[in-house]
């Protein structure tokens, strides 16, 4: 399967802190993109990194590719309790499709 | 700008009924169109997914079809709901491969 697996699936932090959320995937990818989910709601996009990136930043995100070992990582620095949600890591290796992993839970402690 | 709308956003349904969720797509023009379903905690499985009028992919075998009779409209359907169907139902949409989804904000599906 090409679906990515994320690692922890659950994580608890004190407001401040920061989190690192871990994904690693089976097959070659064109992209990998993260998604944030608040509980009950629809997917949002936070970051693509295409095969040949090996890091890139979007505000206090950060997200790291490294293809030999087919994983990544994203680092959401100085959390917030707005940060609370599920984030997911989805591979792209084309033909219209995006496989998703089951997730991280982030809890962010005020 | 681009919106996607998805509904309804709750729906209880006994088994042997049968479903339609409907999505649509405003501000974009051929979308590429998906319906995903994620069981309570886990990921989301891909069921189906379109990149034109009347041109349909499914993922995974089951006991629902889709059907894209516009553009910007996507429809999932089933004749005959099975308890299994229980879940959270969301549509995408994509304006070219390799971009970002943009997702409606689900149908929770129970079926009793």
């Known amino acids: 399967s090409q679906q990515g697996e994320e690692d922890p699936q659950a994580l608890s932090i004190q407001e401040g802190e920061n989190a690192t959320m871990n994904c690693s995937y089976k097959t070659s990818i064109n992209n990998l993109q993260w998604y944030r989910q608040n509980s009950g709601r629809g997917l949002v996009h936070l970051i693509l990194i295409r095969s040949n990136e090996r890091e890139k930043h979007s505000g206090r995100l950060r997200v790291t590719l490294d293809t030999s070992k087919k994983s990544s990582s994203l680092l959401i620095t100085a959390s917030r309790a707005a940060d609370t949600a599920s984030y997911f890591c989805a591979t792209d290796a084309g033909a219209n499709n995006l496989f998703f992993g089951t997730g991280t839970r982030l809890t962010v402690i005020p | 700008s681009q919106t996607i709308h998805q509904w309804p956003a709750t729906l209880v349904q006994p088994v042997g009924s049968p479903l339609s969720l409907e999505c649509t797509v405003e501000?974009?023009?051929?979308?590429?169109l998906y319906w995903y379903r994620q069981a309570a905690g886990r990921g989301l499985q891909l069921l189906f997914y379109?990149?034109?009028?009347?041109?349909i992919s499914s993922e995974v075998p089951q006991n629902l079809s889709a059907s894209r009779p516009q553009d910007r409209q996507f429809i999932l359907s089933s004749k005959k709901l099975l308890l299994s169907d229980s879940g959270f139902y969301l549509c995408?949409?994509?304006?070219?491969?390799?971009?970002?989804?943009?997702f409606g904000n689900g149908t929770r599906l129970t079926v009793t």
């Open positions: 995408a949409w994509t304006g070219q491969s390799n971009s970002p989804l943009h």
């Open positions: 379109s990149v034109g009028i009347g041109q």
């Open positions: 501000g974009t023009s051929n979308p590429n």
